[in-house]
């Protein structure tokens, strides 16, 4: 591995050391910690948004970000979220006419307010080792996809979006996602379900890296290489939760509509 990336690794290791105690802490908490949590980085992402996406008014748009969370984390999904979120997107739709990135302009309201309300009603409806567990898929696959791709390298997986990314990396990401979830069963004794649980954490480790290459095209559209330099060794939040955000909600419909808890 060259010495730029294991530079990078370090700074990754660093962060996480700081960052991961401090998600489960608030994780095995519960309220309101978790939504405090929630609400102190989904606006730290409003701010991102609205300052790597090229406009005229930086502070409206990371307001309506902003609201538009604090509606979903704190009244869950109920009428009153999708009325308000609605209502924020025809806003912003209107207020953006004359910006050059309106379509991204008016993203950022369902992007943040859905992507970050999902986890807080994914950890309502399912509670902690659910809830932590769908984090430990997401780690798990943005460690072995940075680690694998690095050491292994190999055929591209999207070199137009994300040139760094392969599909070593891919494969070495979900197994260690399928490997950390066969941990996590073992220690919470329910090694009958491993195979169930096996192949969702293998599902949402796919959909995490769509995410990622989603922020990715974002980002080579806006030509910028991270959203923010505000954690060191990823860049910004939203290259830090662009996976989790983007998979939050698939795994909370799951678990709400689709699955039922074994």
């Known amino acids: ?125 399912v509670g902690f080792y659910v809830t932590f567990w769908f984090f430990l898929i997401v780690w798990a696959m943005d460690t072995g996809g940075y680690i694998f791709g690095c050491a292994i390298g190999g055929p591209k997986l999207a070199p137009k979006v994300s040139p760094n990314k392969t599909w070593a990396g891919l494969a070495g990401g979900v197994a260690l996602a399928v490997g950390v979830t066969a941990v996590f069963i073992y220690f919470v004794n329910a090694s009958n379900h491993l195979l169930y649980y096996g192949l969702i954490a293998a599902v949402i480790a796919v959909i995490a890296q769509i995410g990622d290459l989603v922020e990715s095209y974002i980002k080579r559209s806006l030509n910028l290489k991270d959203s923010s330099n505000l954690i060191p060794g990823h860049g910004g939040v939203f290259d830090r939760v662009d996976g989790l955000i983007f998979a939050a909600p698939f795994v909370f419909l799951l678990f709400g509509y689709v699955l039922f808890l074994i």
Do not use: D
């Open 1 to 125: 591995m060259e010495r730029t990336k294991l530079v990078s690794l370090g700074k990754r290791i660093l962060s996480a050391l700081v960052l991961v105690p401090l998600i489960i802490a608030c994780l095995y908490a519960g309220y309101p910690f978790i939504q405090i949590f929630a609400l102190i980085f989904g606006s730290m992402l409003a701010w991102e948004w609205s300052h790597m996406v090229p406009n005229c008014r930086g502070a409206f748009y990371a307001t309506l970000y902003t609201v538009a969370l604090g509606v979903a984390v704190l009244t869950g999904v109920s009428p009153v979220f999708w009325i308000f979120l609605f209502g924020a997107v025809i806003l912003a739709w209107f207020k953006s006419r004359e910006e050059n990135r309106r379509n991204l302009l008016v993203l950022g309201v369902p992007y943040i307010s859905i992507g970050i309300g999902s986890i807080v009603w994914l950890y309502e409806l």
